[in-house]
DNA sequence: GCATGTCAAGTTGTG
DNA sequence: CACAACTTGACATGC
């Protein structure tokens, strides 16, 4: 078991700039590189940071933040590292941490977020999202993760018909990204169910988040989708990934999505305890939580199996 | 200095 | 029909 943190810290002090296009655009092009060379260069020193941060923790994994690189893909604002100033010192501190964390063992990952919809059936919406995959691509290529994950989409009143257009686009994706494109469980639309024999005939990992699971089940027991997830994974060599989290107000009345400060460890699936596996913490409490979980859990692998 | 409103993008469900 | 939820805090602005 290897535990992974989300993005960011809470007491850690490692912290990652950003900007926006409309402040960009009040300034001249030349401003607008050096204001941003001065941005991703910090956090391109934060990342390696927050990588030193989780191995002195004891934490394996951790997933960056999507904006590492502020407005990358924008369309009036975008910009490559070659355009900023010091391209060159971000480009060798981006290698630095690959082979800091290849050296630490420190599993790497990126998850787009929800504007990366491949299944849409608006054009413009699917070139956007490859754009902004290819950027994912080339980050991964360049600090060495090796999973990029995102949701299949929206549904748009025909299931099927949307993960045929996601199917239809994989040709289109460069070998950078195609290589470490995984799928996940999504708490309003797709169960695993619903991805898990998709991704099967199509050679897609399936990243099982077990908290979206439980808000949106389909007959599978958690034991189940994780051993079908695991098999997802055989072909790749990769260690299956999981998503866990727990419900700010409870499973009881009031909506079960948002996540809590910390998990509660009866949310921790049993069939995970001592599997090979990347278990994700999606909590507010940010490495803090990692730190408690792996702390709760470390007494329940040492107790007697019943 | 500090508080507050704003921020590229998609889709779904709710009020 | 409009807006909040996903998740989220840092930044820009204005007092």
């Known amino acids: 078991m290897r535990f992974g943190l989300c993005c960011l810290f809470k007491k850690e002090p490692v912290l990652f700039r950003t900007t926006t296009a409309k402040s960009l655009l009040s300034l001249p092009r030349e401003v607008q590189l050096q204001k941003l060379s001065a941005i991703c260069f910090h956090n391109a020193s934060n990342l390696h940071l927050a990588l030193e941060t989780v191995q002195r923790l004891g934490i394996g994994a951790f997933r960056i933040m999507s904006p590492l690189f502020p407005r990358m893909t924008h369309p009036a604002v975008g910009y490559f590292l070659e355009d900023l100033p010091e391209g060159e010192k971000i480009r060798q501190k981006m290698e630095e941490t690959r082979i800091f964390a290849r050296k630490n063992d420190i599993r790497l990952s990126f998850h787009p977020d929800q504007f990366v919809v491949l299944s849409s059936p608006h054009s413009q919406v699917v070139a956007n999202s490859i754009r902004e995959l290819e950027y994912h691509g080339m980050l991964a290529d360049a600090v060495g993760a090796d999973v990029i994950n995102i949701h299949a989409g929206g549904v748009y009143g025909d299931k099927f018909g949307a993960l045929q257009r996601l ?12 290589k470490r494109l995984t ?59 999981g998503h866990v989290s727990s419900p700010r107000s409870g499973w009881q009345g009031g909506n079960p999505k948002p996540h809590a400060d910390y998990i509660d460890p009866t949310d921790f699936p049993a069939c995970w305890l001592g599997r090979k596996m990347t278990i994700d913490v999606e909590a507010k409490a940010k490495e803090l939580a990692v730190i408690a979980l792996m702390d709760q859990m470390k007494g329940r692998l040492d107790a007697p199996v019943r």
């Open 167 to 178: 199917k239809d686009i994989l040709p289109d994706l460069s070998a950078a990204v195609r």
């Open 183 to 241: 799928l996940e469980n999504d708490d309003v639309s797709y169960t695993p169910r619903d991805l898990l024999s998709f991704c099967e005939r199509f050679s897609i990992p399936f990243v099982y988040d077990v908290h979206h699971h439980r808000c949106l089940p389909d007959g599978l027991s958690v034991e189940q989708a994780t051993n079908l997830a695991q098999d997802s994974w055989k072909e790749t060599g990769k260690e299956l990934y």
